[in-house]
C-alpha cells in the first residue's frame, strides 16, 4: 500500500490528510517526492507509474494519474466543476479525463458528506462506483470547555477565504446594520477583507485575524455570539463543526447543504443567501441562542465528526480494497 501523503497540511484537505493519514491502521509507504500534488506534471509522475497493478494507491485528495495501481481517492467536493469563478477547461479536462477515469477502474471513492455524495454521483453517472461518506472531524482544541475570549459587544466569527461563492459581503453589510454587533473574520485573504469593510463602512467593527492556532481560534468561537457561514456550497464546512464543538450556534444559508447537515437543525438558517437584512436577523437571533448557554450536541454527533471515526472509516475502504 502507498499513500500520497503530499496534502498534509493546516487547512482543508491538508488538515484531513493530516488526521487520516496519522490514523491509517494498515502498514504504507509514502509515495514520495517534493512535487505539489495539484500539479499538472503530477498526471504522468514516474512514481506513479513504475507502481505494479497489485498495488493500492490512497490519495486524501482529488489527484490522480496514469499508473497500472489502484487508486483510491476522497474527493471532498466538485466546486472546481460547480462554480463560475472556479472553473476552467483544465480543470474540466483534468477531472473528466484523469480523475473520473481513476475511479471508474477503482470501484470506489471517498467524499466527506452526504452532500458531496450526491453530487459525485451524478457527476460519475454510473452505478458501478460504490461513493463511501467518511466524514470530517476536528481537533482536540475545539471543544466546549477551554479559555475563552472576552468581548465587550456581541461578536460573529467568520472563518474562511473571500473566494466569490463562500459569499462573505453580505456579512459586511449585515453589520453595517447592527450598529452594536462586531465581526472577527478569520483569513489569509487580508487585503481582501479589509477592503470590503471599508466598502461597507464598518472597519472599525470588524477585526481581521490571520495565522491563528486551533487553540486561539477555539478561544475566539468560545467567546463568540456566534459563528456566520454564508456560503452558496461547501463541500463539508469544517468552521461550522469547529463552532458547535466549542458550544457556539451557526447561522448558514438554507441551499448549503453540506452545512445544513453538520447543522443537525440547530442555529439559524438563512433563507435568502443575499439578503444582508436577513443574515442580521440572523445576528439577533445567535445573541439570544448563546445567552442560553453553549451549545450541546449529543454524543452520536461527536462520534460522527471525531478524526478517529473518521480513520476508522477510511482505513475500512482501504482495506477492502
Not at 79 to 95: D, G, M, N, P, W
Not at 299 to 308: F, P
Amino acid at each position: 500500500m502507498i499513500v500520497d501523503d503530499r496534502w498534509r497540511g493546516e487547512h482543508g484537505i491538508g488538515r484531513f490528510a493530516t488526521e487520516v493519514v496519522a490514523r491509517l491502521a494498515m502498514p504504507w509507504r509514502a509515495l514520495g517526492g517534493n512535487g505539489s500534488p495539484t500539479s499538472i506534471l503530477d498526471v504522468i509522475s514516474l512514481r506513479r507509474t513504475k507502481l505494479s497493478s497489485t498495488t493500492v494507491l490512497y490519495s486524501p485528495g482529488f489527484n490522480a494519474g496514469f499508473t497500472r495501481a489502484r487508486q483510491i481517492l476522497t474527493i471532498h467536493d466538485l466546486i472546481h466543476l460547480q462554480i463560475a469563478s472556479e472553473k476552467s477547461f483544465a480543470k474540466a479536462l483534468y477531472y473528466n479525463a484523469v480523475v473520473k477515469r481513476a475511479i471508474k477502474q477503482a470501484g470506489v471513492v471517498m467524499t466527506v458528506s452526504a452532500t458531496s455524495a450526491r453530487a459525485i454521483a451524478v457527476w460519475l453517472g454510473t452505478a458501478s462506483v460504490e461513493i463511501v461518506v467518511v466524514g470530517c472531524g476536528r481537533s482536540r482544541a475545539f471543544a466546549i470547555d477551554g479559555p475563552t475570549a472576552s468581548f465587550d459587544l456581541p461578536t460573529f466569527l467568520y472563518v474562511g477565504n473571500l473566494k466569490p461563492h463562500k459569499n462573505v459581503g453580505v456579512l459586511f453589510k449585515a453589520v453595517a446594520m447592527r450598529p452594536n454587533f462586531d465581526l472577527i473574520v478569520v483569513t489569509s485573504d487580508v487585503e481582501q477583507a479589509e477592503a470590503a469593510a471599508a466598502a461597507a463602512g464598518v472597519s472599525e467593527r470588524v477585526s481581521i485575524r490571520t495565522g491563528l492556532s486551533d487553540d486561539e481560534l477555539a478561544s475566539l468561537y468560545r467567546g463568540a455570539a456566534g459563528a456566520l457561514q454564508p456560503s452558496i456550497l461547501e463541500g463539508f464546512g469544517l468552521p461550522a463543526l469547529e463552532a458547535m464543538a466549542c458550544g457556539t450556534p451557526v447561522a448558514s444559508w438554507s441551499g448549503c447543504e453540506s452545512v445544513q447537515e453538520i447543522r443537525s437543525g440547530t442555529g439559524v438558517t438563512v433563507e435568502s443567501a443575499t439578503s444582508a437584512d436577513e443574515w442580521a436577523r440572523s445576528m439577533d437571533t445567535l445573541v439570544e441562542q448563546s445567552a442560553a448557554g453553549p451549545l450541546i450536541m449529543p454524543v452520536a454527533w461527536n462520534e460522527l465528526y471525531s478524526w478517529d471515526g473518521v480513520g476508522d472509516r477510511v482505513s475500512a475502504v482501504i482495506g477492502r480494497a
